[in-house]
């Protein structure tokens, strides 16, 4: 299934799509996604309303320019050389110096450039990961557009989990889709996985329960866990299988098993 997705995201669910699909309630009032990242699921169920979230204030930011200005968007990208000198100023540009569809440019080029999509920080929350060995398709002007269309009926907040599902209502279909618990040292702010500790995963499972008792069908995807299968015992458990992309060589890119769990059958 082809990914219509704008941003290229570590821990994306475009492979996972099909299953996704499978297991999604067949009627729901809205869409309500609040750990949005690439939007893959969201592109491609195309919803009539929706409720979009996410910590980072900068993949907020892109789908916010892209909602109130798509052509502005795809000036500022056009405007972009295509090679490491152009991806080494941009990094090093902080966002606030920028306007939005400039801010939404870069975050686009740089994900499409950067080492398998991981979006990370230093500690002075300086953009630092390095460029990969390719620039992947930047998104045209007609996708843009696409997505503009797409995105005008769904409200984009920004902000932790919790705040973003408190609007949902029974009958609308929440999609968590967490991070993972980051592997080595780093505990950037924005990472991929970061600050997504047990403590939060505590706090998502207790979230997903009154959103399942208020009559909201909520399906939640991640990596297989005992643990997670054990605390939601009661849910449809549904197995998949995803590559993941973030190692650093293809080689070490192997299927990993994916839980996808749902409060309706």
Not at 1 to 6: A, E, V
Not at 87 to 101: C, M, N, Q, T, W
Not at 191 to 200: M, V
Not at 227 to 249: E, F, K, T
Request: hydrophobic share 40%; aromatic share 10%; charged share 25%.
């Amino acid at each position: 299934m082809k990914d219509h997705s704008i941003l290229r995201w570590s821990g994306s669910k475009a492979r996972l799509l099909p299953s996704l699909l499978r297991f999604a309630p067949q009627r729901f009032n809205r869409y309500v996604e609040p750990f949005v990242g690439s939007a893959a699921l969201y592109f491609a169920v195309q919803p009539s309303r929706a409720v979009l979230g996410d910590v980072n204030p900068e993949v907020i930011d892109v789908y916010r320019a892209i909602q109130e200005n798509p052509h502005a968007v795809a000036d500022a990208l056009d405007s972009i050389p295509h090679d490491r000198a152009a991806y080494d100023v941009l990094r090093s540009i902080a966002p606030g110096h920028l306007d939005r569809p400039q801010r939404a440019a870069r975050l686009i080029f740089l994900m499409k450039s950067c080492f398998n999509g991981v979006y990370r920080t230093n500690r002075s929350g300086h953009f630092n990961v390095p460029m990969g060995n390719r620039i992947y398709a930047l998104p045209t002007r007609a996708q843009l557009e696409l997505a503009h269309h797409r995105l005008r009926a769904t409200d984009l907040v920004c902000s932790d989990f919790e705040t973003t599902v408190k609007t949902s209502k029974s009958g609308d279909w929440v999609y968590l889709d967490p991070p993972y618990k980051p592997k080595g040292r780093y505990r950037g702010e924005f990472g991929y996985g970061a600050r997504f500790t047990d403590e939060c995963m505590v706090r998502l499972l207790e979230v997903a329960r009154k959103l399942r008792s208020k009559g909201c069908f909520v399906m939640l995807s991640y990596k297989y866990d005992r643990d997670l299968v054990h605390h939601l015992a009661d849910w449809h458990i549904h197995h998949a299988s995803a590559r993941r992309s973030v190692a650093g060589h293809s080689i070490f890119r192997e299927s990993e098993r994916e839980l996808i769990v749902t409060s309706y059958s």
